[in-house]
């Protein structure tokens, strides 16, 4: 069976790592093709990469749900990749922890009970524990003083560049991941393939992965054929500060801003979420400006950091649920879309689901929610 699979990022990279596992294709013969337009603002490449989703204010049910689950799937995800011989590549995860701050101790009640009532049967939340701001300051220095904490054990961080790379490098060397930008071919309400330039190549199906872009990738389809996805631009800054940051927990005050450490004396602080953006990749004075306030509003020793960079991703956006199917009218087509800002959590595990249904498995996650 010839599968292509239209785009790189975390869900595009997944959908091609399972489709080489054993236990998704049951022995079948796929042959995969990836597809690769490297947009710039592409989401998996300006992600922060927190693994926390249990102490979320705003997600709730479906949404939730797939959220837990994708942040439950990183254990076995990443001793299956540890488990691969050849393996050179760092995987850029860590399970670090994870300290919810706030000024206000009803704000850490709350997201205690959030987090023990979601962590019932989940081993991979770890402990949960309430910790003085002297003991949260040892473990990241740079939080200001008087603020008392929430510890998550199990949180951890992700590069989701080095994952998706790794996810990939999985996959047979006579698997290619081709550059450039696909067009869908059509033939009697059926996908039958793709153009990428002068060359068209035919598939048995076709998966769509595509973020942000997917809308632009149907268009061949006709009018009416559009899913439930818009771009939500984030701009994310990275900084390096005099300190070994590498073992640092995520600092997530209660709100939507956070900081993380990274290896390299790098800490991560954002993010902007700039809905109607358009795909609008620009960095500007008042996105920064709004990132850096709300960090040095809690971790004040970030003054005398020095700005690397700013990275701006474009966060496919569901006003509802994701998109996980196969597209009831058209075909040998699967969607995958509208992860938001879980999108790093969900990623892998919704890459497994779309190589599920690509090949007509009982997905291992309950998906109808999430259907066309």
């Known amino acids: 069976m010839q599968i292509v699979v239209i785009g790189g990022g975390i869900v595009g990279a997944s959908i091609a790592y399972h489709l080489n596992r054993p236990e998704i294709t049951g022995g ?40 837990l689950a994708g942040a439950g799937y990183y254990p076995t995800l ?13 995987i850029g995860y860590r399970r670090v922890g994870a300290l919810v701050v706030s000024d206000h101790e009803e704000d850490l009640d ?3 009970e959030r987090t023990l009532r979601r962590a019932a049967g989940r081993p991979e939340v770890g402990a949960v524990t309430r910790i003085t701001n002297r003991e949260a300051r040892s473990q990241f220095p740079l939080l200001r003083p008087g603020v008392d904490a929430l510890r998550i054990e199990g949180a951890a961080r992700v ?10 490098d999985a996959t047979p060397e006579d698997w290619l991941v081709r550059p450039g930008l696909a067009e869908l071919t059509v033939d009697d309400n059926r996908v039958t393939g793709v153009r990428v330039g002068d060359e068209t190549i035919e598939a048995d199906q076709v998966v769509v992965a595509g973020g942000a872009w997917t809308n632009e990738l149907l268009e061949p389809l006709g009018p009416g054929m559009s899913v439930d996805v818009e771009p939500q631009k984030g701009q994310i800054l990275h900084l390096r500060v005099d300190a070994d940051t590498s073992t640092w927990p995520v600092l997530m005050p209660v709100g939507l801003q956070y900081l993380l450490g990274f290896e390299d004396s790098r800490v991560v602080v954002g993010a902007t ?8 990749t620009r960095v500007t004075a008042g996105g920064q400006a ?13 003054a005398d950091a020095e700005i690397i960079e700013t990275r701006v991703g474009l966060r496919p956006l569901a006003s509802g649920l994701p998109t996980l199917s196969r597209h009831p009218e058209v075909g040998g087509l699967v969607i995958g ?5 879980g999108g790093l959590t969900m990623g892998p595990l919704c890459g497994r689901l779309l190589a599920e ?12 929610a999430y259907r066309l």
């Not at 796929?30 to 927190?50: C, E, M, P, S, Y």
């Not at 990443?78 to 760092?90: C, D, H, N, P």
């Not at 879309?337 to 800002?341: D, N, P, Q, R």
């Open 273 to 280: 979420r700039e809905t109607d953006s358009g795909f609008d």
């Open 78 to 90: 990443i001793a299956e990749l540890a488990a691969e011989e050849y393996r050179q590549r760092s």
């Open 110 to 112: 709350a997201a205690q």
């Open 357 to 368: 249904i690509t090949l007509d498995r009982q997905p291992s996650f309950d998906v109808s």
């Open 159 to 168: 590069d989701g560049r080095l994952l998706a790379h790794a996810m990939l």
């Open 337 to 341: 879309t509208g992860l938001g800002a």
């Open 290 to 302: 709004q990132v850096l306030e709300a960090a040095l509003a809690i971790a004040p020793g970030l």
């Open 28 to 67: 079948a013969d796929v042959d995969v093709l990836v597809i690769d337009r490297a947009h710039r603002g592409q989401a998996t490449l300006a992600g922060a990469g927190i693994v926390c989703p249990w102490p979320s204010i705003t997600a709730t049910g479906a949404y939730l749900d797939l959220y």
